[in-house]
Nanobody, 121 residues
Framework: QVQLVESGGGSVQAGGALRLSCAAS????????MGWYRQAPGKQRELVAA???????QYVDSAKGRFTISRDNAKNTVYLQMSSLKPEDTAVYYC???????????????WGQGTQVTISS
């Protein structure tokens, strides 16, 4: 059974930083590509960042230069370091365990419960 447990969300002021963590079990983590998504109220869930098993990363344009995705295979954990946070980053952030195809991330239907990030101006 796949389990993804996110943590690290919270409320910070604009310009601040947060680090989200997602601990995975029930998957071969080292062979999995991992993604972070977010969903703001009234909006569709969007991919924020992803990392392949080989460490290749991708980011949504709004996150480039501010967010960094990383992974620790020894801990079966993927991280999202977020800095220079803006009110528009406010959302529930979800972790996804995907597949790695030709060095690109593709999502599977494995999701965590989400962690709330709230940025005040």
């Amino acid at each position: 059974q796949v389990q993804l447990v996110e943590s690290g969300g919270g409320s910070v002021q604009a310009g601040g930083a947060l680090r989200l963590s997602c601990a995975a079990s029930g998957v071969i983590f080292s062979a999995s590509a991992m993604g972070w998504y977010r969903q703001a109220p009234g909006k569709q869930r969007e991919l924020v960042a992803a990392i392949t098993s080989g460490g290749s990363t991708q980011y949504v344009d709004s996150a480039k230069g501010r967010f960094t995705i990383s992974r620790d295979n020894a801990k079966n954990t993927v991280y999202l370091q977020m800095s220079s946070l803006k009110p528009e980053d406010t959302a529930v952030y979800y972790c996804n365990a995907g597949v790695d195809r030709s060095s690109y991330y593709y999502p599977r239907d494995y999701w965590g419960q989400g962690t709330q990030v709230t940025i005040s101006s």
